[in-house]
Nanobody, 114 residues
């Protein structure tokens, strides 16, 4: 069982930045594939960014060049640095962990608005 706790969401103006953090429980963090997903009102949950146990990254086309995913295996943490935020980035952001089965956090709300 893995528990994931997200933090760092909030209200930001267009063009601003936020960094989301996700703390994971357990001792096997380094072997999990980690990801950030988001779900906007009335839309399906979508993958934003993912990072493999070895550090390979992939991003949704909509965030390439603006968002950066990273992980710190020593601290059981994964981060999402979000830059040049747009109103369409407004969503609940979820942290996920996957190793055979998937785990989800409760989500953190990001609102991009002036």
């Amino acid at each position: 069982q893995v528990q994931l706790v997200e933090s760092g969401g909030g209200l930001v103006q267009p063009g601003g930045s936020l960094r989301l953090s996700c703390a994971a429980s357990g001792t096997m963090f380094r072997i999990y594939a980690m990801g950030w997903y988001r779900q906007a009102p009335g839309k399906q949950r979508e993958l934003v960014a993912a990072i493999s146990p070895g550090g390979s990254r992939n991003y949704a086309d909509s965030v390439k060049g603006r968002f950066i995913i990273s992980r710190d295996n020593a601290k059981n943490m994964v981060y999402l640095q979000m830059n040049s935020l747009k109103p369409e980035d407004t969503a609940v952001y979820y942290c996920s962990a996957n190793y055979g089965q998937g785990y989800w956090g409760q989500g953190t709300l990001v609102t991009v608005s002036s």
